[in-house]
């Protein structure tokens, strides 16, 4: 009994050292672990279309960014627009992020309280293609002709706009098409002279002997494609707020990680979603397509604007900016700043914040 009493004298010592030294570790989710070690997850379901790829999420995913961040995102694929704002309204998602801009603000305009929060495209390879025998000089080329769009689209109301800032809006015909294919096909046939379609038809195109005629990018830069978008009284919960934070944190860091990694991202699509290679890469890889989780305040309410100059929103009294909520995004942010403060790219991101959110 002597001789095992000092051994159990210095186990004693030693469990009380280490309860000791546990004393100094960080707590889970500060800033030290960089907030990797989140014990909570929260969940989110975020609705997109398949046509032109979640990449923020497949990154994020790829990377381990939604798991160290401490969120659990569910991708719900639904390709009209009409179904996906219904399915927001009704709270069967959370989320809308491939949408346009123009549809969500017309649901606005007509009394849905939605809210704009962040963005994934801040332009979208939107192109208006003709025959390859047809002219096209510049925007009076369009002056007296027919063009085929599908109604609401980022490429209708893009074009729309272009056209009213020029003069033209009333000295062109628009023919409305519900399918994206439908305005390739009227191109070919003859029925129209030009048409805008979505991101990711250009192999159709040329397959039907088109040709990009025209990119609205370069007459509107910044034009407001997709933005992400929730009811604004699911933005108003907290929980629902941090839930978004750590989405945004973890997409911002996907962002990051796609410069310079566009193979990286192609494959990722390619691997997600009915699409090929080829068609892929067209648009992954596009000087036309700009993907930026900013919430770019400024060019929606330009887009709110110029939709009630064109008559796609009539004259009311509701405060767009209101619907527009760009402290979460600066929050997620400016945090990633601080637990990354060797990142250039951050730095560079609040820059354009500030510049473009005002």
């Known amino acids: 009994m002597k001789k095992i009493l000092p051994v159990i004298i210095l186990c004693l010592i030693m469990m009380l050292a280490l309860v000791g030294c546990g004393t100094n570790a960080p ?19 975020v ?11 497949y990154m994020a995913e790829a990377r381990g960014f939604l798991q160290e961040e401490g969120i659990d995102v569910n991708m719900v694929y639904i390709n009209n627009v009409t179904d996906a704002l219904t399915a927001l309204s009704g709270g069967k998602v959370d989320v809308l992020s491939t949408y346009g801009t123009g549809g969500p603000l017309i649901q606005i305009a007509n009394g849905q309280d939605f809210t704009i929060f962040g963005g994934y495209m801040i332009i979208g390879e939107t192109p208006i293609y003709g025959k390859r025998e047809t002219e096209w000089k510049n925007l009076e080329s369009f002056r007296g002709k027919k063009i085929g769009i599908t109604r609401g689209g980022t490429a209708d109301t893009v074009i729309r706009g272009i056209l009213s800032e020029a003069g ?12 994206n294919q439908e305005v390739l096909q009227a191109i070919a046939a003859g029925e129209v002279d030009f048409g805008g379609t979505a991101t990711g038809h250009q192999l159709q195109a040329a397959d039907l002997g088109l040709d990009v005629k025209m990119w609205p990018d370069e007459y509107w830069p910044n034009h407001s494609c997709c933005r992400m978008l929730a009811t604004s009284a699911w933005i108003k919960d907290e929980k629902n707020q941090e839930a978004l934070y750590r989405m945004l944190r973890a997409y911002l860091r996907a962002e990051e990680a796609m410069q310079g990694n566009k193979d990286e991202v192609v494959d990722l699509v390619v691997k997600k979603l009915d699409l090929d290679k080829p068609t892929v890469t067209s648009f992954v890889k596009s000087e036309h397509m ?7 305040k400024n060019s929606v309410i330009k887009m709110w604007d110029r939709m009630i100059k064109f008559g796609y929103i009539k004259e009311n009294n509701i405060p767009i900016a209101e619907h527009i909520n760009t402290s979460i995004y600066k929050k997620a942010l400016e945090s990633l700043i601080k637990d990354y403060p060797n990142s250039q790219f951050f730095k560079d991101k609040l820059v354009q914040f500030n510049q473009n959110n005002s």
């Open 27 to 45: 707590a889970s989710g500060t800033a030290d672990t960089k907030g990797k070690a989140n014990k909570d997850v929260l969940k989110i379901s």
């Open 47 to 57: 609705a997109a279309q398949n046509n032109s790829g979640q990449v923020f999420q």
């Open 168 to 179: 033209l809006l009333n000295d062109v015909t628009f023919v409305e098409y519900k399918k």
């Open 290 to 296: 700009k993907y930026d989780s900013d919430p770019f």
